[in-house]
């Protein structure tokens, strides 16, 4: 059995875990910087790399402490790599060589969306390769075919804005606050979703992507008209999206297959998108799998099980690996066309 540290301060949350690869969770901590970014409706970067070196040297104290383990314990150190907020990703990154320097321990950099790809697989000893995952976060909206660790085929990604994004914006735009998703959720449970006529972007489309920015825009037209109630807004924008997953899905499955239908990333902790995708799941006859939302929106747990993944691999990275602002997880993949460009 072996040990792996993980750490993880791509974006908003400063999180440190100890995962074996057992599957066990052994320790885990997770520092929401939520109300330092509240005031400004967004992840404000400078602020967040502020907050992740402020926090992460006690975090990774705590969690030693908590599972009684020392860094000579560790079989290697795990940090997200990229991709992120830079400066973010650069005190996580940091930290992980200081540590593996320290302890003689390997180094393994990890690709933010591989600790989402992968995820379902720590919750669940049973999920094997390949499967179909939809991975939405608040940065990405993208089918991939799993195929492996490092076996990533994208199928579809967003030509605008990601799903996670959508949400937040839409949330932003009807006063709810940040972050949106959860709150949209809510809002949603008590509107009529389909009685705003919203736009399904894409929808039929030949191209295999993804486009929320027209149904973004859609809700502040409606929302700036006065017509119609936050709450059915919510409801039939959360619809909307939901017509749109679906329709993208359909389309990968005609030309794709898989045992699996998976869903990953911060999106998936939303139960109406989940219902939907386990009801597509079963037309398919195909099995349908989800991490617990603990597991969904960011964590260092995921980094720490794709470390757990890439060790059983044999497969380290050097200390000066350099972190990455982006970083695509099929680099085959060609360029969706950018937002405006006729198709
Ligand atoms: O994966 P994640 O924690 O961070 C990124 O890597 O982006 O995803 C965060 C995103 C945010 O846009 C948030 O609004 C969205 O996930 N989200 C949700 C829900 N919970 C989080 N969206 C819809 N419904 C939810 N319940
Ligand atoms: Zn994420």
């Known amino acids: ?9 791509s974006c908003d949350e400063t999180a440190v875990a100890l995962v074996d690869t057992g599957r066990v969770i052994r ?5 929401s910087q939520i109300e330092e970014h509240a005031p400004y409706g967004g992840v404000v970067p400078e602020i967040a790399a502020r907050a992740h070196a402020e926090r992460i040297a006690p975090m990774l104290a705590d969690v030693m402490n908590d599972a009684g383990a020392s860094l000579a314990d560790c ?5 997200t790599a990229g991709p992120g907020l830079i400066g973010g990703v650069m005190v996580g990154l940091v930290s992980a060589k200081a540590l593996a320097m320290a302890s003689d321990t390997p180094l393994l950099a990890i690709n933010h969306l591989e600790g989402h790809a992968l995820s379902p697989r720590l919750a669940d000893p049973t999920l094997e390769f390949p499967y179909m995952l939809l991975l939405v976060s608040g940065g990405h909206c993208q089918i991939l075919l799993v195929e ?3 076996q990533y085929k994208r199928l579809a990604t967003t030509i605008d804005d990601a799903l996670g994004e959508a ?3 839409s949330a932003k735009i009807m006063g709810l606050g940040y972050p949106g998703g959860p709150a949209v959720e809510k809002l949603a449970l008590q509107g009529d979703p389909q009685v705003v006529p919203l736009p399904r972007p894409l929808k039929g489309s030949k191209e295999p992507h993804f486009s929320f920015a027209g149904l973004k825009s859609a809700v502040s037209r409606v929302h700036q008209s006065g017509d119609h109630s936050n709450a059915d807004l919510a409801a039939s924008f ?3 999206a939901i017509d749109c997953l679906l329709d993208r899905l ?3 499955l005609s030309h794709h297959s898989a045992p699996a239908l998976v869903v990953a990333g911060g999106v998936a902790a939303n139960q109406a ?3 939907a995708l386990e009801a597509l799941a079963t037309q398919h006859n195909m099995r349908f799998c989800a991490p617990p939302l603990a597991l969904c929106t960011d964590n260092a747990a995921m980094i720490a099980w794709a470390g757990c993944e890439r060790l059983a691999l044999g497969q380290f990275d050097a200390l000066d690996f350099a972190a990455r602002p982006r970083w695509p997880l099929d680099p085959q993949a060609q360029a969706a066309r950018g937002a405006g460009v006729k198709a």
């Open 1 to 9: 059995m072996s040990l792996v540290l993980g750490i993880e301060s």
């Open 27 to 31: 320790a885990e901590r997770i520092a």
């Open 75 to 79: 079989d290697a150190i795990a940090a």
């Open 148 to 150: 492996g660790v490092g």
């Open 167 to 169: 949400f937040d914006k």
């Open 238 to 240: 959360q619809q909307a």
């Open 250 to 252: 359909r389309k990968a």
């Open 273 to 275: 998108i989940r219902g």
